[in-house]
């Protein structure tokens, strides 16, 4: 649980200009900037990641313990199940480094992240940070943000038409396949770090990805089938790699799916950018560690090295703005944002050789 932080300050914002037109967008960000900082809650909290990497580890060290000491038994998949969700956790703190929210040292934070997420979560540092910064620039801009591109699932119309035979079938049903799917996206996040770090591409501290990926890899997979027989190995892989993959999906899925997706070419200002396409998810603390912060996904895109023991106090403030210059401020539960990503992901799905319901005649002659 995070320390208390300062109360802040009050807020009073102009929400016009002289002649009713909206304010400048770029003041409007910085006079909300200023007050988050004023309040003191970009102020970095290495303790709070010190102690929340010290519980990790000691969860690792636990699911170590049991794995040796229960042996040659289907108990196993128990302690595959804990390990992808302790990797999760890792991962999350992985992304915290990477957005600078841990040490004021950029140099700090990146030996962090990348010794985090190569050796410990087994994903190519160099990788994440190319991607993740493309989403953070532009958020559900089509071509610009990898995260609505084109993968399996289709996250606008366009790209959906473009399914044919079984692949059609299954985007039209990709909503409700979205979550079962998900439990290959730990391979999938392991195949990218591998197809990075061996890759052509330029890759920032290549022999140092590739030496951590590698050595962790290796320990890993010896491990499973020294320990167990070769089908357990297997099972107990796939238990793991499933889990983690759910997790994953679980905790980023419900921040931008389902909102609105901008044009290439759209033309909005940086505030608006992010929260209009950003949605948060209410909870306590619980809720905190369960997705590491990402719950607050308005409050992290609009200062993204703010760390996570702060965004909940950030997040007063930024309400209040919002409503004071009529920005929609989207918040939903956790259930009802799983909710809003599958029916989102279905309608979006019906492209996928015509919706069904259509009357031929309104589909020829237009809506």
Not at 213 to 236: C, E, H, W
Request: net charge positive.
């Amino acid at each position: 649980m995070s320390n208390p932080t300062p109360s802040a300050p009050a807020v009073t914002f102009t929400k016009t200009v002289p002649g009713g037109n909206r304010a400048n967008p770029t003041t409007e960000y910085s006079a909300l900037l200023r007050t988050v900082r004023d309040a003191g809650l970009l102020r970095r909290r290495t303790g709070f990641y010190v102690m929340m990497f010290s519980a990790v580890v000691l969860a690792l060290g636990g699911a170590v313990t049991g794995f040796i000491l229960l042996g040659d038994t289907w108990y196993q998949l128990l302690i595959a199940g804990a390990l992808g969700v302790i990797l999760t956790q890792f991962a999350f703190l992985a992304h915290e480094a990477s957005h600078r929210q841990v040490f004021t040292s950029g140099r700090a934070n990146d030996i962090a992240g990348r010794t985090i997420a190569n050796l410990f979560v087994g994903i190519s540092y160099s990788w994440w940070m190319t991607k993740h910064s493309r989403h953070h620039a532009n958020p559900n801009v089509i071509g610009k943000d990898p995260d609505v591109e084109r993968d399996f699932v289709s996250f606008v119309e366009s790209d959906a038409a473009k399914a044919t035979g079984i692949y059609a079938w299954a985007t039209r049903r990709q909503g409700y396949l979205f979550f079962p799917i998900l439990m290959l996206e730990g391979i999938n996040l392991h195949r990218h770090g591998l197809q990075t770090v061996f890759g052509r591409g330029k890759v920032d501290k290549r022999w140092v990805e590739i030496s951590m990926i590698s050595t962790r890899l290796a320990a890993y997979i010896t491990a499973i089938f020294l320990f167990l027989p070769l089908g357990m190995g297997f099972a107990f892989l796939g238990v793991q790699l499933a889990v983690f993959g759910v997790y994953m999906g679980a905790s980023f899925a419900p921040n931008h799916k389902g909102m609105p997706v901008l044009p290439h070419d759209s033309k909005v200002d940086f505030l608006r950018r992010q929260v209009l396409t950003s949605r948060n998810v209410k909870g306590s603390w619980i809720m905190d560690s369960y997705m590491g912060g990402l719950n607050y996904q308005i409050e992290h895109h609009l200062f993204p090295n703010m760390p996570r023991p702060h965004l909940a106090k950030a997040q007063e403030i930024v309400k209040e703005y919002c409503d004071t210059h009529r920005i929609l401020y989207t918040e939903t539960t956790l259930s009802e944002s799983y909710g809003i990503v599958v029916r989102y992901l279905n309608r979006v799905g019906l492209a996928a050789g015509g919706d069904p319901f259509d009357c031929p005649a309104a589909t020829a002659f237009g809506r």
